[in-house]
């Protein structure tokens, strides 16, 4: 409680902290700033318990916030000073929001009386992020009283429950605070307040519990020959559970499994002998389309990226189930669809009674996966040339065990989707596909990085470069992040598309060329830079990664041929002897 005793600002910090580290917080980001001096300083004092890293860029602090949620599974704090700082938060927010991960906001502000008339560093902070928040309000201005003290700590307690249910998400509390901002004494008489104020007794009731809902749905009969499961994009933060019982529901069920790359499924291989990880090339053949459309379809966790696999539930339109605990609304297609609020152990408790026996809707599943397999694998055996499609078959069967692996938007989700190759390695996969932006990507790798097993980041030029303020971070991250950046110097997502044909203005507007040298680049972060330029050189520095530091492995593709090489293949896999 040290300054707590002649600043009531300091006091109200005090409180808020305490409160904070009891409920179970144990990281918070702080963004330098003055109106926020009371929250940092109270923060400081509590550390090594809650460690307290600052970040200049606040932007790039939200992400690295939200990389270290991500990783953890526990609600991190930001801080941030008044004015345009918090605007800086918002992408971050909307990540956050759409890919259900905690985080609590708490931007500083003056006072009302400095609101609306011209004081500097003042906009409407209320409500900021608009609808993106679990729950938000504005606190009080500190007042030395005990009813006000218990108000702040069970607004916290309140605060840090909504981080976390129904849907994880965000919540936004704007805390205004009066001058003094530093811990000196301000002239109030806290002597009698403090006399008693008993910490162990006021405190007493915080418990990190969360209340789990836990409700009651009518489970229909799943019973089909033509049935599948789709498991999509997920983040469990116990994956190899996850893993097993997504197992042992389809091997009671005999269903498929269709597993996104972005799914921990794939990494967990030897769990299923029904996954299917070549979906989208097999969907890419009409007769094989339509021959395998199902009837039922039970979806765990977010679509896949996959737009063959969208439209072809579009059009043979089967009964679907979609198996998450989150509130929200995870169906795009607007399908025939029953969401079942609850995670798949739930769902697979009530459904064992229904076992099936093995169909030919199955076996017909399995030959073509090992068909499309055993053809993705040759191709991509006897590649020597620098196509970045590889680069997502090479690392799945490169890691060492259990690395953390982000995985870019744009490019690399999909080169993941397409040419994962299931293994047994454990690898943690982690993404933004909440909003899929390029936005805050270094930050949110390094947050997943920081005080994790030695980690990866695989993403291409323009996304690495939207962010390179995250390189900013490097004096306070601990742990190791290697960067495998595909550097085909634009945007090779939209040489995909049909504005592709259109030049101009596709070059200047679309492809977005930044000829930048990344070596240079690097140095200036005291970054290490090594050009790649064999697959064999690449296996080499990925198994073993280092144990600290960031590093920057950068392959150089040609976008145009990368784009070609995509039209030309893609379709080829799943054509011929299946």
């Known amino acids: 409680m040290r300054f707590a005793d002649k600043n009531i600002n300091q006091l109200w910090a005090y409180i808020l902290t305490e409160t904070l580290k009891r409920l179970g917080l144990t990281c918070v980001v702080i963004c330098p700033g003055s109106r926020s001096t009371p929250l940092a300083v109270a923060f400081a004092q509590q550390t090594p318990d809650i460690e307290a890293i600052s970040i200049l860029d606040e932007r790039s602090a939200a992400f690295f916030a939200l990389g270290v949620a991500k990783a953890t599974g526990r609600p991190v704090a930001i801080v941030c000073t008044s004015g345009t700082a918090g605007a800086n938060f918002y992408p971050a927010v909307i990540e956050a929001k759409e890919s259900r991960v905690p985080l609590l906001i708490l931007t500083t502000d003056r006072p009302p009386e400095l609101r609306d008339c011209h004081s500097g560093q003042t906009i409407d902070q209320v409500k900021l992020y608009g609808s993106y928040p679990n729950w938000q309000t504005e606190l009080a ?28 998400g965000v919540v936004h509390l704007n805390i205004p605070f009066r001058d003094p901002l530093a811990p000196i004494p301000d002239g109030a008489d806290l002597s009698h307040l403090l006399a008693n104020f008993h910490p162990e007794k006021f405190f007493a009731s915080i418990t990190n519990l969360t209340p789990i809902p836990n409700p009651q749905y009518p489970i229909p009969n799943p ?17 190899h559970e996850y893993c097993r019982a997504i197992a042992r529901l389809s091997q009671t069920l005999k269903w498929p499994v269709l597993a996104e790359g972005l799914s921990p499924v794939r990494n967990y291989a030897e769990l299923n002998p029904y996954l299917i990880s070549t979906y989208d090339l097999i969907l890419r053949n009409q007769q094989l389309a339509e021959q395998l459309a199902p009837e039922m379809v039970i979806q765990i966790g977010d679509m896949p990226t996959s737009k063959e696999l969208r439209t072809w539930l579009d059009i043979y339109q089967p009964l679907r189930w979609i198996i998450d605990p989150s509130d929200q609304n995870l169906d795009p297609l607007h399908g025939r669809t029953t969401h079942l609020r609850m995670g798949v152990e739930q769902l697979l408790d009530k459904v064992e009674e229904f076992s099936s026996i093995s169909s030919e809707y199955l076996r017909m599943w399995c030959d073509a996966e090992a068909k499309v397999r055993e053809n993705v694998d040759a191709t991509f055996t006897q590649m020597e040339e620098l196509v970045e499609c590889k680069a997502a078959w090479l690392i799945s069967q490169t890691l060492p065990p259990g690395t953390p692996l ?18 047994n390695l454990g690898v943690r996969s982690h993404f933004n596909r909440g909003a899929n932006g390029i936005d805050g990507i270094l930050s949110t790798a390094l947050g997943i990085a920081h005080h994790n097993q030695s980690s990866v980041m695989l993403t291409g030029d323009l996304a690495l470069l939207h962010d390179t303020n995250g390189f900013l971070i490097r004096n306070k991250f601990v742990g190791h992040l290697t960067i495998i950046l595909i550097n085909n110097n634009g945007g090779g997502i939209f040489e ?16 977005t060329p930044q000829d930048i040298n990344f070596a240079q680049l690097c140095a200036t972060y005291s970054v290490q830079h090594e050009l790649i330029t064999s697959w064999q050189q690449l296996q080499q520095r990925l198994n073993p990664l280092p144990s600290t530091g ?6 150089r593709t040609n976008r145009q041929k990368d784009a070609q090489w995509r039209k030309d293949n893609l379709v080829k896999f799943a054509a011929n002897n299946i």
């Not at 982000?406 to 293994?423: H, L, T």
């Open 141 to 168: 201005i500190p007042v030395p009283e005990m009813g006000m003290l218990a108000y702040l700590r069970q607004t916290l307690i309140h605060s840090w429950q909504r981080t976390k249910t129904p849907t994880p």
């Open 550 to 555: 960031i590093r920057v492995l950068e392959l």
């Open 406 to 423: 982000f995985i870019s938007n744009s490019m690399p989700v999909r080169d993941v989707e397409y040419f994962w190759k299931p293994n």
């Open 223 to 239: 019973q089909s020959d033509r049935g599948i499961i789709i498991a999509g994009v997920a983040q469990p933060y116990q994956p």
């Open 496 to 511: 995909m598309l049909p504005i592709a044909k259109f030049d101009p203005p596709f070059e200047e507007y679309f492809g």
